[in-house]
T-cell receptor, first 114, second 111 residues
Framework: GAGVSQSPRYKVAKRGQDVALRCDPISGHVSLFWYQQALGQGPEFLTY????????KSGLPSDRFFAERPEGSVSTLKIQRTQQEDSAVYLC????????????FGPGTRLTVL | GENVEQHPSTLSVQEGDSAVIKCTYS??????FPWYKQELGKGPQLIID?????GEKKDQRIAVTLNKTAKHFSLHITETQPEDSAVYFCAADTGRRALTFGSGTRLQVQP
């Protein structure tokens, strides 16, 4: 089956604009994660969903960041009033079970804020 | 929270040689340690993982060792090939199910 997909692959935004990034996890995967990867760094955790429930959002850097997964499948990460420091690759990962399980990553969305 | 240190940050080897990347972690409660390979413009791809009830795991040219007492784990790639060139990340689980990643090792295999 298909892997994790993300769209758009690239997004350029002017400072102050709102953006929405989409993640389609592997079908049937219960857990979904969002990570932020700055240039030359490892991914850093943002938020975690188990089905439609957002169980952990401790990694979201500010209240400008919001994520949802209303039907327990597709997820959207929204960033309001983008700032230059938001420029990064946003990675989505999903795993089959709710416990500690292999995480499969999508290709990421590269966000550039001008 | 968990902290993962990874070194070296860059590694250059000749084709056919072995490569070793080392990581340490801080949280003794961590018990799942995956390794990911990331090529330019792509997402991280799992190459091997190990859980704390095992000290070593091997998959063809790739092996991972874990020392829970010392809180370190290593990736070993034997008979390296040019297509092994990429950035490699180690990671450790946290109590909240997310992964904490190291800062990455850029491996260059010279033909």
């Amino acid at each position: 089956g298909a892997g994790v997909s993300q769209s758009p692959r690239y997004k350029v935004a002017k400072r102050g604009q709102d953006v929405a990034l989409r993640c389609d996890p592997i079908s049937g995967h219960v857990s979904l994660f969002w990570y932020q990867q700055a240039l030359g760094q490892g991914p850093e955790f943002l938020t975690y969903f188990q089905n439609e429930a957002q169980l952990d959002k401790s990694g979201l850097p500010s209240d400008r960041f919001f994520a949802e997964r209303p039907e327990g499948s597709v997820s959207t990460l929204k960033i309001q009033r983008t700032q230059q420091e938001d420029s990064a690759v946003y990675l989505c990962a999903s795993s089959r079970r709710q416990g500690k399980d292999t995480q499969y990553f999508g290709p990421g969305t590269r966000l550039t804020v001008l | 929270g968990e902290n993962v240190e990874q070194h070296p940050s860059t590694l250059s080897v000749q084709e056919g040689d072995s490569a070793v990347i080392k990581c340490t972690y801080s949280d003794s409660a961590s018990n799942y340690f995956p390794w990911y390979k990331q090529e330019l413009g792509k997402g991280p791809q799992l190459i091997i993982d190990i859980r704390s009830n095992v000290g070593e795991k091997k998959d063809q040219r790739i092996a991972v060792t874990l020392n829970k007492t010392a809180k370190h784990f290593s990736l070993h790639i034997t008979e390296t090939q040019p297509e092994d060139s990429a950035v490699y990340f180690c990671a450790a689980d946290t109590g909240r199910r997310a992964l904490t990643f190291g800062s990455g090792t850029r491996l260059q295999v010279q033909p």
